[in-house]
């Protein structure tokens, strides 16, 4: 995540990493607003390949995540942000602007699981089983 708040977390062993992820209104379908976040937040579109379902995970916050994962390739060093404009530091009264996502990386399972947050982890587990068996979805 980006900001000033999540700066240097992940280096200090924190659970600061995120996929991307919004808000959507109830007019906007989630796999569609899943699309435009990746979009905003990385400045790519999602690959032409066929969406593979991860499900729902429920992070600590109570905020419900749904997500897809895509086959592809990017390059991280082109990825970019839009910004998000926050108080600064917090209670004074002055709004900064910050990039909503402060860097992309391509990085194992196993990196990834230790790096994002606790809940979103299991979204790497659900890939990896449903890669393994050859699915394009979850199981209920």
């Known amino acids: 995540m980006g900001g ?3 700066s240097g977390k992940v280096s200090r062993g924190k659970r600061g990493w995120s996929i991307p992820k919004g808000e959507y209104s109830e007019e906007e379908q989630p796999f569609y607003a899943a699309c435009r976040e990746f979009r905003e937040e990385t400045g790519f579109d999602p690959s032409d390949s066929e969406p ?3 499900g ?3 992070q600590g916050s109570g905020k419900r995540v749904l997500a897809w994962a895509f086959e592809g390739d990017l390059d991280p060093v082109e990825a ?3 910004t998000v404009e926050i108080e600064w530091p917090p209670k004074s009264g002055e709004r900064l602007s910050f990039p909503e996502v402060d860097r992309v990386e391509w990085v194992s399972p196993p990196v990834a699981r230790e790096r994002v947050i606790r809940a979103q982890g299991e979204f790497f587990d659900r890939l990896e089983r ?3 068996a050859g699915q394009r979805a979850i199981t209920p």
């Open 80 to 82: 970019h942000s839009n």
């Open 56 to 58: 729902e995970v429920v």
């Open 4 to 6: 000033p708040l999540w």
């Open 130 to 132: 449903i890669l393994d």
């Open 52 to 54: 593979i379902e991860l």
